[in-house]
């Protein structure tokens, strides 16, 4: 909520006065830990730290769901866990779609357990399937051929204008 000022505004979680920025801004909200939101608006507040000004929060959460099904490296649990909120499933209802015990699911999320290779393309299927992505599952699929195994430390960048996201080593 901005004042009468341009670059200054009122913190959405305390109501303390802050000041507009436009920076790269980390979005632990989504869940993950790696994602880097691009050249967007902060809200600076000096009692409880920063918040984004998500402009299409509900386009903001296809592009990173898209971001994670396109990722050439294995999910990590974080990046399953948000595809499986990002369709709205519970542990026990997704269970039911890919044939797992939810105790497999948790510790799959917890990082407890690796996901196999068919499990791990599988959600990104479902994903794009019950999330509203139908139209983007042909590059999905395509891009299974190149996901490669090993951990590697990436970070998603996203542009909240261009409604893109792209991995990068970190």
């Known amino acids: 909520m901005r004042s009468q000022q341009q670059n200054s505004a009122v913190c ?4 303390a006065p802050g000041k507009i920025v436009r920076e790269d801004y980390r979005f632990t909200e989504s869940g993950l830990k790696n994602v880097v939101l691009k050249n967007i608006e902060v809200i600076r507040c000096g009692k409880c730290g ?5 402009p ?7 592009v990173i769901a898209l971001t994670i099904a396109t990722k050439p490296n294995p999910l ?3 990046e399953f866990r948000f595809l499986r909120k990002f369709i709205g499933k519970s542990q026990d209802e997704l269970s039911d779609i890919i044939p797992v015990h ?4 948790s510790k799959w999320e917890n990082n407890e357990d690796p996901i196999g290779d068919q499990s791990d393309r599988l959600i990104r299927v479902v994903a794009m399937a019950l999330g509203g992505l139908k139209q983007d599952m042909p590059e999905v ?4 051929h190149s996901i490669h ?3 590697s430390r990436s970070i998603m960048s996203v542009d909240v204008i261009s409604g893109k996201g792209e991995y990068a080593a970190a």
């Open 149 to 151: 195994a090993g951990k």
């Open 141 to 144: 699929i395509e891009r299974f």
């Open 50 to 54: 920063d918040a984004p000004i998500l």
């Open 76 to 78: 990590n649990g974080e």
């Open 56 to 62: 299409a929060p509900g386009k903001l959460m296809r």
């Open 12 to 15: 959405p979680d305390c109501g």
């Open 102 to 105: 939810k105790t497999t699911i």
